[in-house]
């Protein structure tokens, strides 16, 4: 049961243009959606966070956008530089008996042609 | 943001044979976390580790296999006993640094022959 989906595997994006990574879920209960980037031989790296009470968080080149009702989530990247290739992973944190549980999607791998 | 860091970073390992990972955090945390990601797919919960307490394990993942020890705030280890080629993953720890959200350490690549 894949609580969090990526459906897309890759983009491309040229240097300068928006990237829009999509993410779905299933679960209502969820609290928080996170997005990390991970390149290759590194662990993920946290981006951006969004609570489940809001629908839109901004981070510099990075916004979240969350819409509840369809439960589908997305990072917009924009200005898309080519240092932003990497594999983003959508997660989702909801808390169980007290402690945290993150569940993850399958990624999306950017490319970011210059 | 606080550090973690994993040793080792990548080992080649022979069926049969048992590897610790080390996970070091630089501020005390209450839960730690591990997690896999074999390859070409997305992270998965092994188990959480709590200090003074038994590591709770998620579906699939047994502590025979994947024994686990929390001796500190700011320490954890994972072992993977009696490998097999299956294996061979990313292997990372994460804590929570903040209330809500995980930070994760640069991972140990381990390729089982």
């Known amino acids: 049961d894949q609580q969090v989906k990526q459906n897309s595997p890759s983009l491309s994006v040229q240097e300068g243009r928006i990237s829009i990574l999509n993410c779905d879920y299933t679960n209502s209960m969820f609290d928080y959606f996170l997005w990390y980037k991970k390149y290759p031989a590194e662990g993920p790296t946290f981006l951006i966070s969004i609570s489940s009470i809001k629908d839109k968080n901004e981070d510099g080149r990075f916004t979240v956008f969350l819409n509840k009702s369809a439960k589908h989530l997305s990072l917009h990247i924009v200005p898309s530089q080519p240092g932003d290739s990497a594999v983003y992973f959508c997660a989702a944190l909801n808390r169980i008996r007290g402690y945290q549980k993150v569940t993850f999607g399958t990624g999306t791998k950017l490319q970011v042609i210059p | 943001s606080a550090v973690i860091s994993q040793k080792p970073s990548r080992d080649i390992c022979q069926r049969g044979t048992s590897l610790t990972i080390q996970c070091q955090v630089d501020?005390?945390?209450?839960?730690m976390f591990w997690y896999r990601q074999q390859p070409g797919q997305s992270l998965t919960l092994i188990a959480t580790a709590n200090q003074g307490s038994e590591a709770t394990y998620e579906s699939g993942f047994v502590i025979d296999k994947f024994p686990i020890s929390r001796p500190n705030l700011t320490f954890s280890t994972l072992t993977v006993s009696n490998m097999s080629p299956e294996d061979s993953s990313i292997y990372l720890c994460?804590?929570?640094?903040?209330?809500?959200?995980?930070?994760f350490g640069p991972g140990t690549r381990l390729t089982v022959l």
């Open positions: 501020s005390q945390v209450t839960m």
């Open positions: 994460s804590a929570p640094l903040n209330a809500n959200t995980q930070y």
